[in-house]
T-cell receptor, first 116, second 111 residues
Framework: NAGVTQTPKFQVLKTGQSMTLQCAQDMNHEYMSWYRQDPGMGLRLIHYSVGAGITDQGEVPNGYNVSRSTTEDFPLRLLSAAPSQTSVYFC???????????????FGQGTRLTVV | RKEVEQDPGPFNVPEGATVAFNCTYS??????FFWYRQDCRKEPKLLMSVYSSGNEDGRFTAQLNRASQYISLLIRDSKLSDSATYLC????????????FGTGTRLQVFP
């Protein structure tokens, strides 16, 4: 079972470059999210989507764009990479909102991004 | 004040010990509560949801105190394999998937 698949697993970018982090899930989940994890900060929500064609901003959206053209895919675009975007990025999905008791958010294995 | 606060630890305990972690949250209207486990350089995985009445799953017990706005995780008979970071997670809103994560509490179980 693939679950949530993120690519690439590692990436080094130069300041100013752009790139897209890919996220795909094969569980037919409506809810998808992107988080970044930094030391001492915990995971912080960047953008999320409650279904195809619907996206919204999370806590730290600046410098990132998302789109949700299909249920399966939720790519995260870095427009002009900055050293402050060096982080570990996780994509997550769930079938229903996690306000529904015992709903699990499934995470991809993460993308470790370094911006130099 | 952070929305979800945890003691970062580390908690170093011997095998067989009982250890407890607490987590406080600031939004009194928060809807759902979870403990996730994250191994080093891996993705978070759900350990257990936290029910209002408290719940148990084997050696793990989770409790919610809405009046004081904290949740707790108790691990009995600690195993070496329990060594990980435990993330307190809260969803403060209805009909969204906007999880708020604590910074995590690191547990190290030694022989």
């Amino acid at each position: 079972n693939a679950g949530v698949t993120q690519t690439p697993k590692f990436q080094v970018l130069k300041t100013g470059q752009s790139m897209t982090l890919q996220c795909a899930q094969d569980m037919n989940h409506e809810y998808m999210s992107w988080y970044r994890q930094d030391p001492g900060m915990g995971l912080r929500l960047i953008h999320y989507s409650v279904g195809a064609g619907i996206t919204d901003q999370g806590e730290v959206p600046n410098g990132y764009n998302v789109s949700r053209s299909t249920t399966e895919d939720f790519p995260l675009r870095l427009l002009s990479a900055a050293p402050s975007q060096t982080s570990v990025y996780f994509c997550a999905s769930s079938s229903v909102p996690t306000t529904v008791m015992n709903t699990e958010a499934f995470f991809g294995q993460g993308t470790r991004l370094t911006v130099v | 004040r952070k929305e979800v606060e945890q003691d970062p630890g580390p908690f170093n305990v011997p095998e067989g010990a009982t250890v407890a972690f607490n987590c406080t949250y600031s939004n009194s209207a928060s809807q759902s509560f979870f403990w996730y486990r994250q191994d080093c350089r891996k993705e978070p995985k759900l350990l257990m949801s936290v029910y209002s009445s408290g719940n148990e799953d084997g050696r793990f017990t989770a409790q919610l105190n809405r009046a004081s706005q904290y949740i707790s995780l108790l691990i009995r008979d600690s195993k070496l394999s329990d060594s990980a970071t435990y993330l307190c997670v809260v969803n403060p809103l209805r009909n969204t998937d906007k999880l708020i994560f604590g910074t995590g509490t690191r547990l190290q179980v030694f022989p």
